[in-house]
Each structure stands twice: as structure tokens, then as C-alpha cells.
């Protein structure tokens, strides 16, 4: 998502969307994973269903490649797990590299927040 201005702190990104703070742009990019089962993919991630999800069918590093075909500014990338619902699954550790190409990705710091609304962090 790209916000033009800054992101209140605790704000629900659907909400921001429909109030035009934010623009969801995921659709622009090209999506794949490190390794995924049968009906947990790439769909399943970006479907804006909380009932479904992707999950990983491989070793560790559990990646999601997000390739955009041009040069794009993000300011703010959402993402939701549902600790509650099972916790052992949840990441404990969220990596975020940037670079031009696969081969030049360097990994960014940034403030993360966890947001509880009902026992889901986004």
C-alpha cells in the first residue's frame, strides 16, 4: 500500500483504503512464494478472506517474493496474522529486503508495530 501522507498509528488499512488515505497497489506487482500446499497460494494470501491463508511447505526461510515491474515507492505494507487462532504458525521474525533485482536485495529497518484488534495482530 502507498499512503500519500502518514499513516495514523492503529489504523485499519480496509478503512484507510475506502477513505482514499491509502491505495492498495499489490495488484501491480507479481507474486510468488518460496513454496506453498495445494489451495494455500499466492489466491489464498491476497484474497481479503481472514478465513483462508498461504501456508509454506518447505524449509525455513518461508519467503514472499513481491516483484513490481517498475520502479514503485511503498510506504506502508500491511501485513495480518492471526496469533489466536494459531500461534504456532505466527512469524516471530519479519524480514523486508528491497533492492532492483533478486540478487542486490538489502534488508531495510523499519519500525513494526503490532496492532491487536481481537487477538489478530496486522
Avoid at 7 to 12: E, F, K, L
Avoid at 60 to 65: D, E
Wanted: with cysteine; net charge positive; glycine share 8%.
Amino acid at each position: 500500500m502507498t499512503t500519500p501522507n502518514k499513516t495514523p498509528p492503529g489504523a485499519d488499512p480496509k478503512q484507510l483504503e475506502r477513505t482514499g488515505t491509502v491505495r492498495e497497489i499489490g495488484s501491480q506487482a507479481v507474486w510468488s512464494l518460496s513454496s506453498c500446499k495445494p489451495g494455500f497460494g499466492v489466491d489464498q494470501l491476497r484474497d481479503d478472506n481472514l478465513e483462508t491463508y498461504w501456508q509454506s511447505d518447505g524449509s525455513q526461510p518461508h519467503l514472499v517474493n513481491i516483484q513490481f515491474r517498475r520502479k514503485t515507492t511503498v510506504k506502508t505494507l500491511c501485513i495480518y496474522a492471526d496469533y489466536k487462532s494459531d500461534e504456532s504458525y505466527t512469524p516471530s521474525k519479519i524480514s523486508v529486503r528491497v533492492g532492483n533485482n533478486f540478487h542486490n536485495l538489502q534488508e531495510i529497518r523499519f519500525a513494526f508495530r503490532w496492532i491487536r484488534r481481537q487477538g489478530m495482530g496486522i
